[in-house]
C-alpha cells in the first residue's frame, strides 16, 4: 500500500506532479520539499516579463497557499534535502529531519553551469535561474547601464532583449559561430542576430571569454581574441547542468540526468523523477534525451505521477518549447538531431517562416518563428509521422498541414 508520497523539488514538475496525485485520487499522505523558500513558480517569466518589471511576483506561483492546504500537500520549503538512503526509503533534510516513503518523486531541475575563468565571481557577475537571482540583476538594469550577456542561447538572448527594452546598452558575447547554434537552423540563428541588431544590441559571435576583470567588481569582460568589453553588470547564460548529486550518492544511475526508463521509473522500483533532471527515453524519436522545458517538466511529472500509483503510463510525447525575444516568438516541435533534409517555408524577410526538418518524407522538427500555425500542425504531423509532399511543403502559401 502506498501511504506516503515524497516530493523533492518545489519546481514545474514537482507542482504539476502535486496537481496530477491529487487530480487522479491519490489520498494518502504527500509531502513536498524544496530549498527554495517560495511557493512553486513559473521560471520563464524570470528572463523576460518579471525581470522587466511587466509582471507582478503574485503571478508567477502556479497555486496559491489554499490549494496546498485544501489538498493537504505539507510544504517543506526552504528545507534543501541533503541524503536519500534508498535502503531504508528516506530522506534527510539540511536542518536534520527525517522522512521515510513508500513512494519518492525526484524533481530536482538543472543549474546553471557556472564560469570558471579569472574574475568569474567578481561580485556584478550574475545567473539567472531563480527568484532569489532577479532583484540583483534588476537593480543593474538602468538605462544607459553595461550589460554584458556572456552565452547567446535562449536565457542569454531573452534577458538580452529584456535588458534592451529597458534602456540598457546590451553586448552578447557567444563563443560559436551563430547565436542559439546548438537548437536552431543558420537561418533562424540569423533571423534573430538581425532582430537583436535591429533593436540596437550588440552581437558578437566567434569569441570567448577568458578573463572577467576589476577592482572589487566587474569591470570588463575580455575575450581570446583581445576584445575588452566594459560591464557594469554581466549575466552569465552558458548552459545548465542537471541536478544529480542527490541521486548519485544513493547510488542512482546518473549520465547526463537522473536516468529514467519511459515509466519515470529509476533502478530503484520505489524512486521515480521527473523534469528537467532526468535523462529519459523519448519513445517517439528512439532515443535518450535531456531536455530543459516547461512542456517536458509537466508532462513527464504528469505520467510519473500516474505512474507512482501504480497505473502504467509511459511518458511518450512529443516535446516542444518556446522563447520570447523582443516581440518575436520562436516555437520549436520535435527533435530535429537525425534529419536529413530541410525546408524553409516562407521568408525571414516576412518576420514569419518555418524551418521544416524531414527524415525522408516523414516531419522531425519545425522551427517556427512567428508561425504559430505552423507549430499547431506540426505538433499533430510529427505525432502521427505523416508522410509529406516535399513539393508541397516548400510552397509557404499551402498551409502545412495540407502539404500531404
Ligand atoms: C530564466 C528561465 C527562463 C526559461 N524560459 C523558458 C521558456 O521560455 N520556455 C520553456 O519551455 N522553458 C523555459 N525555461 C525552462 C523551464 O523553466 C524548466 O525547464 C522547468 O522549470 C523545469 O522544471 P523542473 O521542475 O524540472 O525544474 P525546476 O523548475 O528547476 O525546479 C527544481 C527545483 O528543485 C529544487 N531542488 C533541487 N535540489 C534540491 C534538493 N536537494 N532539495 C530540495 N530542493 C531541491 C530547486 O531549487 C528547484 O526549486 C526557462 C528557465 C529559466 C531559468
New binding site residues.
Given amino acids: 500500500m502506498i501511504s506516503t508520497i515524497l516530493i ?9 506532479a502535486i496537481d496530477t496525485l491529487r487530480r487522479e485520487g491519490f489520498a494518502g499522505r504527500l509531502v513536498l ?4 523558500p517560495e511557493l ?1 513558480y ?7 516579463k518579471y ?1 522587466s518589471g511587466e509582471m507582478a511576483a503574485d503571478r508567477l506561483p502556479f497555486r496559491h497557499r489554499a490549494f496546498y492546504d485544501e489538498h493537504r500537500v505539507e510544504l517543506k520549503l526552504g ?4 541524503r536519500l538512503d534508498a535502503a531504508a526509503r528516506q530522506v534527510t ?2 536542518d536534520g529531519e527525517n522522512l521515510t516513503y513508500d513512494r519518492l518523486l ?7 553551469r557556472r564560469l570558471n575563468c579569472p574574475g568569474a565571481t567578481l561580485p556584478g557577475v550574475h545567473y ?3 527568484l532569489i ?1 532577479v532583484p540583483p540583476i534588476q537593480a543593474g538594469l538602468k538605462p544607459q547601464a553595461r550589460i554584458v550577456i556572456i552565452g547567446g542561447g ?2 542569454g538572448l ?2 538580452a532583449a529584456t535588458a534592451r527594452k529597458m534602456g540598457c546598452e546590451v553586448t552578447v558575447l557567444e563563443m560559436a559561430d551563430r547565436l542559439m547554434n546548438r537548437v536552431v537552423a543558420p537561418s533562424v540563428s540569423r533571423y534573430f542576430a538581425e532582430e537583436h541588431r535591429a533593436h540596437g544590441v550588440n552581437i558578437i559571435c566567434d569569441t570567448r571569454v577568458v578573463h572577467l576583470a576589476g577592482q572589487g567588481r566587474i569591470e570588463r569582460v575580455v575575450c581570446a581574441d583581445g576584445g575588452s568589453h566594459a560591464a557594469d553588470l554581466v549575466i552569465v ?1 552558458v548552459g ?1 547542468i542537471a ?1 544529480t ?2 541521486a548519485s550518492a544513493a547510488g542512482l544511475a546518473c549520465d547526463n540526468g537522473i536516468v529514467v526508463d519511459e515509466y519515470c521509473r529509476t533502478g530503484d522500483a520505489a524512486i521515480y523523477a ?5 535523462n529519459h527515453p523519448s519513445l517517439h524519436f528512439g532515443r535518450r534525451v535531456r ?8 508532462e ?2 504528469k505520467a510519473a505521477a500516474l505512474n507512482l500509483m501504480d497505473r502504467s503510463v509511459a511518458h511518450d510525447r512529443v516535446p ?5 525575444q523582443f516581440d518575436n516568438k520562436l516555437l520549436i516541435v520535435g527533435l530535429s538531431q537525425d534529419h536529413d533534409g530541410q525546408v524553409l517555408r516562407g521568408d525571414p524577410a516576412s518576420r514569419s517562416f518555418s524551418v521544416c526538418y524531414l527524415k525522408g518524407r516523414e516531419l522531425l522538427a519545425v522551427e517556427a518563428v512567428n508561425h504559430s500555425k505552423d507549430y499547431m500542425a506540426a505538433r499533430k504531423l510529427i505525432a502521427d509521422r505523416t508522410l509529406l509532399n516535399v513539393d508541397k511543403l516548400a510552397d509557404s502559401a499551402i498551409a502545412l498541414k495540407e502539404a500531404i
Fill in positions: 523533492i523539488g518545489g519546481g514545474q514538475a514537482g507542482a504539476q520539499i524544496g530549498d527554495e512553486p513559473q521560471r520563464p517569466p524570470l528572463s523576460k525581470l528545507k534543501r534535502a541533503v533534510l539540511a525526484l524533481c530536482l531541475g538543472a543549474e546553471s539567472l535561474r531563480g537571482d535562449y536565457i531573452e534577458a547564460g545548465a541536478t548529486e542527490l521527473a523534469g528537467d533532471c532526468t531536455l530543459e522545458s516547461v512542456d517536458n517538466a509537466f513527464q511529472a516542444w518549447f518556446w522563447s520570447d
